[in-house]
Structures are given as C-alpha cells and as structure tokens.
C-alpha cells in the first residue's frame, strides 16, 4: 500500500502509463469549491515540460471529472479525475520486457510485484502518474492561494551550471516564476542550462538538477512535533517523485560546513514583528514554520533513459546484454519534475492546514 | 498531532525536557520477543555521546517497562517505556522564559501554542526526547538483526572536516562501527573531528555536519510505489529530529552536476545474480530497495544553542534583547544524532517489512 | 474524509448516483492475483436484487479495469474500477430538489455540504454506491476463499416474519445460501418473506428487516484487542451502508436478559482440539476470533422512498409541504443489503489478515 | 496493532490488569486547555461501580500526569496519564494460568500470542484497561461541553427489567443521569435492577443489560459519509470494550418488523426551525448528524466469571477440567460500562468534531 497519503485530505493516485487510464480521487475537500479548470489544464500542460528540450511522449492531458463535482462547485464528496492514455503503443515493450532498464524500477518492480508488474513505459512508476498528481496540487493550490499561501519554484542548477542570484521580493518572485516555463531567477542562466540540456540530447546521454522551492504561509502557523514537522511532511510526498534523491531545508548541507555563529537566526523587532534578518533554517524551527518564508532544495538525478548503450540484463534468458532505449524519454526531467513539486508542497501544506484550522474554514 | 508513527508498527512518543518523565509506547508488536535490555541501555548510553565532547546533562537514562512485557518476552499487546526525569532544575528557566533562542523551536513552539508550552530546556522539541526513540529503535534493531537486516552510521562531516573513505566490506564496516562511539571510517579523521568540537566548544561556538547510513536488507524486497517509497519513509521519520536539515540518497545532491552516461548503474549478473556494479542510487529505484545497501546522508545543522552572545527578543516585553546560552549544551549533536538516526531508520525499515511480511513472520 | 478506509488494504470508493461514474481503488492488495471477472458481475447482479420484488433503477452495472490489472493478473498497484453511469434522467428531481425526503440523508447532506451536495438521487449517499464495494468484496472473497475463509448470509427476518431455523452445518449453508437470489435458510418463510415486500409494494410502502452472517476463519486467528477488535472492524465498515441501524454479534440483544449461567460457552476437548459447545459469543472472544463461526446480525430499516404522501419541508421556500416519492425505489432493500454486508465482511476480514498474516502471505 | 485510534485526536492505551502501571496518551489536543483534574478522579471513582453491588478489586485510581501539563493547561503536545497497578497479587493466577475461563479472551489471546500473553487477570483484555480511557473521555467530555456538547447514559434494562420511560427533556436528563450513582430515568426500576444484580451475585451467577446513550451536538454537523459515519465511528469506539456484543442507532433493531410508514421522520417547521416530530433514527441520517439528539442502545453480556462450577479444558495438560473462578469479579458490569461508554462516545465525536472545524476551533 502506498498510493494513498494524507490525514485530513486523502490523496489516492491510480493508474499505469500504458494501461487504459490514470488519475486521482481527493478526499476530504470541503464543499462549495468552485475550482478553475483552465488553471488545472495549464498546470498540466507546464508538467509536459518545454516542447523543444523533450522528445517524449506529448499527448495533451485531456481530464474528466468522474465524481464530485457538481454544477460547478465541490460536493464535499470525493472528487475524482481521470485521463485517458491515448497516445500508446505497447507493442514497442514486447522486445524489450525482460530487459531491465539500468536506474529505473524495472528491477524492484520485479522482484517486488514477481513479474506481474505492468512493464509498458514503467507502469505506475512512470513520470506520468505524476499527471494526477499536478491536478491535485492544482486544487490545493488554489484553495491556499485564497488564504495567500503561495508557492513557486525555480530551477537552481542543471549540470552545474548554477544561478546563484538571490531573491530580493519573495511574493513577486513566487508570482513571476509560476508565469515562466522555463522558472529561473536569471534569464541568462536559464539559456545556458537549456542548451546543456539540448546537449545532453543531441549526445544521446541526460542531465541532473535541483529545483529550489518557496512558500509563503502568510500568518498560518503550520506543522507539528516530530513526525508531521514540515519537513517530515513535505519529504515524504515529495519522495514518491521518481527521481528525486535528496532535499534539503534552508542552509541543507552547506550546515555540515558551518560553525553555529555563522548560521544563526537572530531574532529582531521590525515595525514591531519578530523577525528574523537570515532564514538559514529555511523557515521552519522545530518542525513548525517560523512565518519566514519556507526555502527548500529538491535534487533530481539524470534521467536514467539514455541513448547510449548501455550494459544490462535479461533476466528471463538470464544473460548479460545491450540496451540502448530508444523511443521517447527527456533528457532532463528537471522541469517538468518542478511543476509536481509545487504540487506536492501544496498538498502537504494544505493537509497540515486542515490539521490545525479544520475543513470549514478553508 | 504527531508524535504518533507508523502503519503496522505503531510508535507513540511523549514527554518533555523538564517534565516528570519521558516515554514510548510500541504497539503492533509480535509476542515472544525477548529483548535485550542491556542492549537497549547501551544504545542509551551512546545517545548521550562522548563525554569528553559535552557539557551537557549527563544523567543516566534509567528505563522502565509499563507494560506489554512479561516473563521476559513481549506479549503482543502494547510496549510501554518510561524514563524518569531526574536531573531537572526548572528555576533557571524563569528568567528566560520569553527569551527566544535564536535557532530552536521556542518562537515557533510560541506561535503554536499561544504560549502554553512547556518552556523548560525546549519541553516537547528537546533532544531529551530521542531517548525513547532511541528504546523503541533499539529494539527494532534486534528484530531486523534476526532477520539479517543491519543498520550502521558514521560521521562523514565535521565542520568541513570530510571522511572521504570508502566502504569495501558493508557488513563488517557496519559491524566495526557499531561498536565505536564515534563512528567513523577513518581514526586520524575522527581526531580531527573531535578537535574540531572541542575548539568549537572553547570558543562558546558549535559545529555541524554529516552522517551517512547503512542499512543492508538482506534478501527482502521494502518500500512501497510513491508515498511509502523507502526514501519517502526514512525522510518522514528522520525529519523529527530537531537539527535535521537535508536527507539525501545514494550520490544524491552531487547528482546535480551529473550526467546520466556517468551515474548509470548497470546491471550485471554475478554468480548467476544480478546486480549492479555501482550503487548511485543508494540501495533504492522506484521507492523499492535493489537489494543493494541502501546508501543515505543527513546534515545536522550546528546546535543553536552557543555560548556567544546572540541577539534576540523578548516576546512578553516586546523589546530586543541580548542572550547568552548558559547551562548545559553540546557543541555537536552529531554522535548523538547519529544513534537517532540508526534507530529511526530501523523503525521506518521494520513497519516496511511487516508491511510486506506480516507480523507473523518477523 | 470518510470514503477511504483500510489499514493494510485501502477501499477508496468514490462516485454519485447520476453523477458520470462512481468506482474504487483498492490499494495494497498482492500481484498476480487471477480475478473471476465473471463472478464480479454475478455479485454485482446479486445486488440490483430481485426484479420480481423492486420497480428500481435496474441498469446492468458494466465495469472497466482501469488500472492495477496486466495479463489477467493484479499488478500489485493500484486496482481501479468504474461503472459508467447510463440510465440517468436527472431532469426529474429538478422540480423536488429543494423538498427534504423524510429518513434520507437530504437534511443532513444540505447541513454539511451546505447546498453544494449533489442531491440527485441521493448523490454520494445512494445505495449505488454500493456497487463499487461489492466489486471490492467479490475480490476479497476470492482471496479469502483461496485461505478456506467463507462468508454468507442469510435473511433472517422481514417486517416480522422470522426465519428460526439454526444451522446444522456451516460450510453447507454458506455454500447453500450463496447460490440463492433470496437466501434464508427455510424457503418456506422465504415465500412468506416476498409476499410481504410485494404487499408493502402494493400499498406504496416499505419494509425492514435482519440478515444474518456467517464467516468461517478456517485456522486464522484474526481481529487485535480493542480498536481493531473484529467487531470494531467488522461494524465500523458495515455502517457505512445507508439503512444499517444496528448490528450484534452472538446472542446479541439477547444477552440483556441473559445470566453468566444460561449463556457459557463452556470448552471442550473433541478429538483433542479444544472447541466449546454453545457460540453465544459469536465467534469472537475479546475481540479476536475463537475459531468458531462469527455470526452476527445487522438489522436495515423500511427503505425511506415510500410512494405514501409524507409530510415535509421546502428548505428553499421555508414551507411545510407534502411529498409522494415517485420513481425508482425498492420497497425493500434486505436483499441488496445483504450482499453488500458480505463484501464488507470480506474487506474487513481481508484487512485483519493482512495486517498479521502480510501481503506476501495471501 | 489496535490500542491507538483516532484521526485528529490519537489515544493510545497500554497496560495490562496485573502489570506495573496502566495508562493512556492523548495526541491531538489543543494547548491551553485547564483540566478539571477533580472531574477526572470522580468518573475514575464511578467506573468502579456501585461498592453494595460488587465484590471486585476496589483500589482507587490515582492517576498521575507524566507529560504534557504544565502550569495547569495543556501544552498542545501528547499528554500522558498513568495509573500505578498497586492491589496486585499475581501468585493467585499461577494455579490456574492454563485453564482457560469461558466467555473470556483466555482462549483467543493463548491463540493469537501465542502463549506469551500476560494471563494475570486477563492482562491488556481486563475491564481494568477501561480506566485510561474513562481519563481520556474525561477530558473529550469536558472539551465537548464547553461547546455545549453533552453526553449521558442510562441503563434500560438488566437481566430483563427494563425501565421503559421515556425522554422529554435530553437536556435536563443528561445533567440529571450524570448525577447518579445507578443511572436510570425509573428510579423504582433502578432498585429492582440493583436487587437483579445483587440476586445473581448470590447465587454465583451474573446478568447482562443495555445502555442507552444520548448525545446532544448543538449546532455541529458531525460525521461523514460512508466509513466515518457517526454510527461507524461510535460502533468502532465502543466495541473496543470487551462485554459489548451489540449496538443500534434509533429504533434499531425494531424496525425489522416495522413499515417505512410506521418510523418515517417526517420534517416540519417549528420557530422557523425544521425539525422532525419522531427521532426514529437516532438523531442520524446517511451517517450525518440531524441536530436531533443521538440516540444508541449497546448490550452487553452477563460477566463471564462466574462462581459457579464451569466446564473447561487446562490447554497445557490437555484435558477437560472444571472451574469455578475465585476472586474478585462483579456480578454485572453494565453500570461501570455505561461510564466506559460515555467515554468513548465523547472520544468518537471529538474526533469527527476536530475533523470538521479544526484543532484550533476547539
């Protein structure tokens, strides 16, 4: 079990890549909730990621709402989506099924599922269950942008190049991100890493990356003790990501390097609010946001489908073998890996939200 | 809510710093078991880390068992410990009450709790509370142990200070330090490591850094698609202790610079097995262990709590104020945190094994 | 949130009345199950009930696999179902939308959901929905039955007429009374039984009635002291069947005017195993299932849709009005409800044998 | 796993009847709650039960508070509660650890654990179990009330004396039967009860009963659809309590020989309030409250310890014995049940309380 996750609002995602459909049920919103459609069918079609860096698969992610919605507003009821897979041609899997594909689940899925696994495209640890997922954090977004929580990410590095620049104005800066499809705080960085990542292709190989991520809670006090901490609850959605291996809160690892007075958050009296001059925790103490901004790295390896050959196995002839994957894969999922982040976060905000203030009052 | 965890294994953590007693209760556990209570008192003893190295509150953790334990064996129905509280002088606390420690959990613990908290020495967000973690660990260890499942950690980072060994030999190298009480791969390293702390301690300042994880899982096939992948796990466990600022797997964060031709782990079949020449990915693919070792970081930020003078506020008259920590801290929390991060990672492992396996069979 | 529920098994059911479709996730269950399709759809049938004995909605419930199913097997991940909607005229309750159906969940949905429910047919709180838990159940049962677990269930009274037979033979009956379309276990009453519907039909009214269930738990020991007892379990799922008033294990209310003496259910050694002669306890002592059969009953009120004019109130207009509920209803929903009480059972079951025995176990 | 339940408000319970200490711990609660301790002691003291009725241990409760109480309020972290075991003498059990008492958990708990269970007085399956919870419920009741939430039982018949009154004023009679010592709206079938259950005790017998419970919820729209309905999440409170063989909402299982014609709730308009005239449902609706007052009958079985000889089997010697059980033990439970039950009831509806309107509106 797995594919469920939430306490006060239930997040079930289903479906395979190559099997008839994917989508999602949310339970526990509250009723009356008129949700922007548009805005979901433009959060999906940014997780498709920028047409010229990707040779992937491009069909256009066309939902259905199967239940709980109703002339035009929430039920309260479970809300339910769907997307058809269209674009599939699951022959192309029949030569290649034994093959295991090196850094994918193939392997795991095997030993875990025995072979019954649905291999076409990875099955459910496909990059497109992460579809549902966009359209969930579409939602929640939206509920908690309407008590100014906002959330944006941008992407930090790719293949080293880095965009060191600084954000001076978080609320602009979270509102002109989301208008970007290519989210950096620098334009020029942003070039320099798409060509590497058009590089990356035309060598037959892929790139990493991490995406920084913020949000602005406005003065909700969100997060508890120990196991739901905001980092707690943020990682583990955030972890359901297929390539996602590491995250970190303000300062992360550059701590291990760090002596205590370097990296102290002092507390000061502006226009009489506590504040804060740094946010080297990244705006969470104790688990519990501090109502400075929350500041967190997600880093994402390189897409484990390459051109290249690679060295692998068979398992069913029980041989070594070559497998260079061919048809569509992206060499840099870093984009499209953001837009799901954003996603995520929200969700696991909102759920520490409805924890703290109840469904009837967001 | 929080401080409760677990699916099939359920943990229940309570207590504060300067309370009459701190506490855990285990349920969900197989009857039979006989525990090793000097095991226990050990992995208690080294919570409390090298006494050369603190000043800190040195009492000895004596436990106790409520309930669930008779005859010398678990009988299945819920495990109680209790430590009490005994080295407690709570009158120092009253002059600094509402005094914010920059860095620890006492603004946010303000906000959430409109000032009802248990102030003393950090209440509820204090270290003092990985002590029944460190119990509840301790006994999961033993369980996994009988299953071939180990779990091992060492420090890799002091303040800048890297070990930068490597493994050859997973299960003697987890053997070995298991038996250190400061862990590490290398011994000249580890002098420097502690001089490091020791200077960071004469000069009224603190240190982070780094520990990497082991953990070998034998022949069983843990971790679940998405939300209850291994890394979604181990992160939403760990990520309760207060200085944990970044988990990352396999090369994680260095993935960021990577290309995928570089990280790639090939499979290959090795006396009619497969497996893979290098482990990047740290043990896990799809959120499903590869049989591999799984291979993790987390950075401990350095203690907020220092000596030097900090800046800070004092909520209640509302005006700026100047701190200095007095009384007993730790330069570094790393050795400590270190043994709490063995015991989260075999908690979050175990309910993953019953999860798969059944309580029956474990 | 309410529509999601399991421990180790996780039901996500989800859909309305006339919305487009309803359907479930099952989350959790093992891979390479061979479901019996057809069997899904006989239960199915089962529960749109005897046509003879209803003027109710009697569309063919048709479902599709949409995820979770490859080859003919479970895939270990996400299994989802859906019946598309059809016989939909949602014209007709235009008019009545705003008159409160006495005994219905009108009231208390416009209460909760403030107006936004979907009140079509009863929306979320329909008996349809129904139709996604027994798919559910039909696969539980198929695992169960593989483990030698069985379940049935007999109706044992209707508007007054009481079937007092006793079971001589439990794996007989069970057996007997699945094969049945109306199953008691005299078929004499049985007669009786849907003459009475049928009168109550005629007279544009409705009836009530108790079903009585059998499980047999072949050698598993299942159900956990407290609040996972079998009982708990067993009523916390069948409750949230609409109509479901009460429910008792063993003797039941009976034991109200029982002594200690009238009702022990002494042990005895027969051919060395222990067994006790009597089962006024039902099959469960503390919780936890004695080897013997669990019986229970649950008791279903007279369907509220009765064609009789019923006082009421137009919430809208703030008047009293009167109400003939016209259209599709049951007059009787006993014999539905019976099926669907057998799904639940098996989810339940299901999950308390996961949770000790394991996924990989089953 | 089983003794820790709720969503919002987590209880875990732990101890066993002869172990060292029993106790619970509340997760979830808002800070800054004053506890009326007094309170506490005092439903302690009525959930042992009436002396002139009982022959069973009558130690006193005193409870300690071990975490999560400080200068006299909540701290909004788990709070803790122990009661020490002190009137214990387990030398008694040792003659008669093997043979297995009828109608107790002796012969299931030997099953599930295996032979490891604590068998002194029944271990974690003892009544004494319910003293924690009767704590916990304490604190849920006086949460509720301040929301002008109330909650009161009586006892309606015992050993066939029922007392048939009915309500007029829930209000008046909550407060009232709150106040007694031998809760009955009949205080002349109240004597004839005690008498009931001093006869059975004489003659080394014991008698069953029923409870009925009324909670009035104000203005709050309490429960969900389907698995969190009211009745689901109440029935899976209460049959945590072992005795407890049955519970039905409303009418119950009277409305197996009614017509919908009979027990329809017809609405109407009283002070421009709808309302209905009867309460056949118990105050819920599609497992929603209706504002009517709740309204639920539990049964609960005649004590299975008896001084009268009863047959049995001593499971290690395999062999038929016979048993009279010696000690302590009251000849009926229903008047401490009752307490139990309150408890648990204030427990459920806090919870779906908090699910609905949050932990900070509480």
Do not use: F, Q
């Given at each position: 079990m797995s594919s469920i996750l939430g306490n006060n609002l239930k997040l079930s995602v289903w479906g395979e890549s190559h099997g008839k459909a994917i989508g999602?049920?949310?339970?526990?919103?509250?009723?009356?909730?008129?949700?922007?459609?548009?805005?979901?069918?433009k959060d999906l079609d940014k997780r498709r990621g920028l047409k010229e860096l990707s040779t992937a698969r491009r069909e256009k992610d066309q939902f259905e709402i199967l239940s709980g919605y109703f002339n035009g507003h929430t039920t309260g009821t479970p809300l339910t989506f769907m997307i058809r897979n269209e674009d599939v041609d699951d022959k192309v899997y029949d030569d290649t099924k034994n093959i295991l594909r090196p850094g994918h689940a193939d392997y795991t899925a095997f030993l875990k599922y025995e072979g019954y696994q649905d291999y076409r495209g990875g099955g459910h640890f496909s990059g497109r269950i992460t579809a549902p997922i966009v359209i969930a954090g579409s939602i929640a977004k939206q509920i908690l942008e309407e008590k100014g929580i906002v959330i944006g990410s941008r992407i930090k590095e790719i293949h080293g190049i880095k965009d060191e620049s600084k954000v001076e104005d978080?609320?602009?800066?979270?509102?002109?991100l989301n208008e970007l499809d290519f989210p950096t705080l620098d334009s020029i960085k942003a070039n320099e890493m798409k060509n590497e990542i058009?590089?990356?292709?035309e060598q037959l190989d892929s790139v990493g990356g991490i995406v920084e991520t913020y949000a602005l809670v406005n003065d909700y006090v969100l997060g508890e003790p120990m196991f739901d901490s905001v980092e707690s609850k943020i990682s583990q959605y955030i972890f359901s990501v297929g390539g996602v291996k590491g995250i970190s809160f303000g300062l992360g690892f550059d701590f291990a390097s760090k002596r205590?007075?370097?990296?102290?958050?002092?507390?000061?009296?502006?226009?009489?609010k506590i504040v804060t001059k740094n946010n080297n925790n990244g705006g969470i103490l104790g688990g519990i946001t501090s109502l400075q901004p929350i500041v967190f790295d997600t880093v994402i390896k390189p897409t484990a489908s390459i051109g290249q050959t690679q060295k692998t196995v068979d398992f069913k002839e029980n041989k070594e073998v070559e497998l260079s994957v061919k048809g569509r894969h992206d060499p840099c999922i870093v984009p499209k890996a953001l837009q799901v982040i954003n996603a995520l976060t929200a969700l696991a905000l909102l759920d520490l939200l409805m924890e703290e203030y109840g469904r009837k009052n967001i």
């Open positions: 999602c049920t949310l339970d526990g919103l509250p009723s009356g909730l008129s949700l922007d459609l548009e805005r979901i069918s978080y609320e602009k800066t979270i509102k002109d058009i590089k990356a292709r205590g007075s370097e990296v102290k958050d002092e507390y000061e009296l502006v226009e009489n």
